[in-house]
């Protein structure tokens, strides 16, 4: 059974009030069980209550005012990495959003595990949050999509709702909602950027393989490729971490195994900085004899040298319109914005290549 319960015609929160009734018991030992204190409560009433609690889903928490509408809001962020510079900058977004409606908000860190995050849905599930923002690039296999799903559904249960930021949509019909952007048609975009300048032999560093992120950079550069009618080579391909380390190992080792290619997509800037390190310790110049571009346009690619063209992303507009939805929703109103929207529960925001200095026409030789 799940959070929400059906009485007649008449939906709602499951309270502390169907708990005793189902476990046959009082509301006032219903909480001293939960309560966890050292209450004179015999281990069968106790065993009841728990069984009970788990079968309806309830959940006790120091928030439950705020989901009722009353006291502050509180909006949970759960992002990968705090230091990754461009979903910092949702986060910036989502920050400034709720203090100007006198939110509280709460940041919690993944590290790149699927179970972490998954953990960390749940408790804030737990602590009775308006809303869990999840931001960046999700895991593509099942058993990730059906907790999540499962999740999401138990958020939506107890009055809280689960946003999904920078990241596709779940699939089925699930109780979330989607605030994306358009990630393949930007990796698109550059990749047609580096083939109209002459650049047919890429290095592509797309990110990691499972993250749906680099799913669609990879997938993008390739129809790229296939609109101007050129072979695509996936052994210029190279899989690894948005960290700078990255794109110096895989340009590094480029150099040694398939040294003719021109130009380098990489799926980040932080990516880029690093392919730009390794180039220069290999003596070669950008873009006198490689080109280079990026994907994000964090401060950091207009800080290179030289300044890097890339794709940009609105991230902290992405954190504001997140918001937003979450207030709209607790409002009552709809969510509909002047952004390209699939439907209610999904948004999603454009991107556009930057034109810096890294790009030119490869030399020929090359």
């Known amino acids: 059974m799940s959070q929400r319960k059906t009485t007649g015609d008449k939906v709602g929160r499951v309270t502390i009030k169907d708990v005793a009734v189902h476990a046959g018991v009082s509301v006032a030992s219903v909480s001293r069980v939960?309560?966890?204190?050292?209450?004179?409560?015999s281990d069968a009433v106790r065993s009841r209550v728990m069984r009970v609690v788990r079968d309806l889903d309830y959940v006790t928490n120091a928030h439950a005012r705020s989901l009722a509408g009353g006291g502050t809001p509180t909006v949970s962020i759960l992002i990968n990495d705090i230091t990754g510079a461009a979903f910092a900058h949702v986060a910036k977004g989502v920050e400034g959003a709720t203090a100007l409606r006198g939110w509280l908000s709460l940041v919690g860190t993944t590290g790149d595990?699927?179970?972490?995050?998954?953990?960390?849905v749940n408790l804030m599930r737990q602590q009775g949050v308006a809303a869990v923002l999840l931001l960046g690039g999700a895991y593509d296999y099942d058993e990730y999509q059906l907790r999540m799903a499962r999740f999401a559904r138990s958020?939506?249960?107890?009055?809280?709702?689960?946003?999904l930021v920078g990241r596709p949509g779940l699939r089925g019909d699930v109780p979330a909602?989607?605030?994306?952007?358009?990630?393949?048609?930007?990796?698109?975009?550059?990749?047609?950027?580096?083939?109209?300048?002459?650049?047919?032999?890429?290095?592509?560093?797309?990110?990691?393989?499972?993250l749906t992120?680099?799913?669609?950079?990879?997938?993008g550069a390739r129809r790229a490729f296939e609109a101007y009618g050129a072979p695509f080579?996936?052994?210029?391909?190279?899989h690894g971490p948005y960290v700078d380390e990255y794109g110096y190992g895989a340009v590094e080792a480029a150099l040694h195994e398939t040294p003719d290619?021109?130009?380098?997509?990489?799926?980040?800037?932080t990516v880029a900085a690093g392919a730009l390190r390794a180039l220069r310790a290999a003596g070669l110049r950008v873009p006198d004899d490689v080109s280079i571009a990026g994907y994000d346009d964090i401060p950091l690619a207009s800080q290179l040298s030289p300044r890097?063209?890339?794709?940009?992303?609105?991230?902290?507009e992405m954190g504001r319109v997140a918001l937003r939805a979450v207030a709209d929703r607790r409002k009552g109103a709809g969510t509909a914005t002047r952004y390209t929207s699939v439907d209610a529960e999904r948004l999603v925001l454009g991107t556009h290549v930057v034109v810096r200095d890294s790009v030119r026409p490869p030399k020929r030789g090359r």
């Open 155 to 163: 958020l939506d249960a107890a009055g809280s709702h689960l946003v």
């Open 308 to 316: 890097l063209t890339t794709v940009h992303v609105p991230y902290e």
């Open 261 to 269: 290619f021109t130009a380098v997509l990489a799926g980040t800037d």
């Open 34 to 41: 939960l309560s966890g204190g050292n209450y004179p409560v």
């Open 177 to 210: 909602t989607t605030i994306d952007y358009d990630n393949e048609s930007g990796a698109y975009a550059m990749a047609c950027h580096l083939l109209s300048a002459g650049h047919r032999r890429i290095l592509v560093l797309p990110g990691p393989a499972q």
């Open 233 to 238: 080579d996936r052994g210029l391909v190279r």
């Open 213 to 219: 992120t680099a799913q669609g950079r990879l997938n």
């Open 113 to 120: 595990d699927p179970d972490r995050e998954l953990a960390l």
